[in-house]
């Protein structure tokens, strides 16, 4: 269930989607919550990574969906959750998805399944830093969706930007999105602003340990 993907870089499976734990100069990084089912596999997982989970010093949220956020309200965090500034105030409950929306009409339905967290949450901007990560505005997949890089760890969470498919890179498709044309840019400007890295950490599939960029710069060019 516990991987690690290198040097205070750890995969936490959870079998539908996936979560990431990172240690950033000694700031243990939560990277996505799972589902609201998933509490007690993330907290065994920071466990066998060797941590506790009130150890956990921030959350680093790439967006607002059930399978992200859903464990938030469930464990005993003390810990700030940042999260892009359009996706905010949904997981704060001061706004809600666009029902307009194909995505945010299936939002709207799994909502209730969620809470809010007790946490502070703080709304980023692109560019923004945390630690060792630069916050880049990714939307598309969600209005308020954030990839987080850090050159010092050389690891990229790409949230649901990306998926992973038999070995390789595929953007967020139309049914799971709410622009596919902001997915398409949003990769490519992604591809052009980052440092290089190794690990390349999706919501799903398996993460990449070597070579992260350059599958992003393959995705790139086939699209």
């Not at 941590?51 to 399978?67: A, P, W």
């Not at 830093?129 to 690891?155: K, N, Q, R």
Request: hydrophobic content about 40%; overall charge negative; glycine content about 8%.
């Amino acid at each position: 269930m516990v991987t690690q993907l290198a040097d205070d870089v750890w995969w936490l499976d959870l079998g539908s989607v996936n979560c990431y734990l990172a240690d950033d100069g000694g700031d243990l990084t939560l990277v996505d919550a799972g589902t609201p089912f998933d509490s007690g596999d993330i907290m065994r997982g920071v466990r066998e990574a060797g941590y506790s989970i009130n150890d956990v010093d921030r959350v680093l949220l790439t967006h607002y969906d059930f399978d992200h956020v859903g464990s938030l309200a469930r464990l005993p965090l003390n810990a700030p959750v940042y999260a892009g500034a359009a996706d905010a105030p949904l997981l704060s409950r001061a706004d809600a998805p666009d029902w307009h929306n194909h995505k945010g009409a299936l939002q709207r339905v799994t909502r209730p399944l969620l809470s809010r967290p007790d946490e502070e949450i703080r709304p980023i901007e692109d560019g923004d830093e945390i630690g060792s990560f630069t916050a880049y505005a990714t939307p598309g997949h969600s209005p308020g969706h954030t990839s987080y890089v850090s050159e010092s760890l050389g690891v990229a969470f790409l949230g649901d930007l990306v998926r992973e498919n038999h070995g390789k890179l595929e953007p967020s498709s139309w049914a799971i999105s709410y622009d596919t044309e902001a997915v398409h840019d949003s990769i490519v400007s992604l591809e052009s602003r980052t440092p290089e890295f190794e690990v390349a950490a999706m919501g799903h599939g398996v993460p990449f340990l070597r070579e992260g960029s350059e599958r992003l710069r393959e995705l790139v060019a086939s699209m």
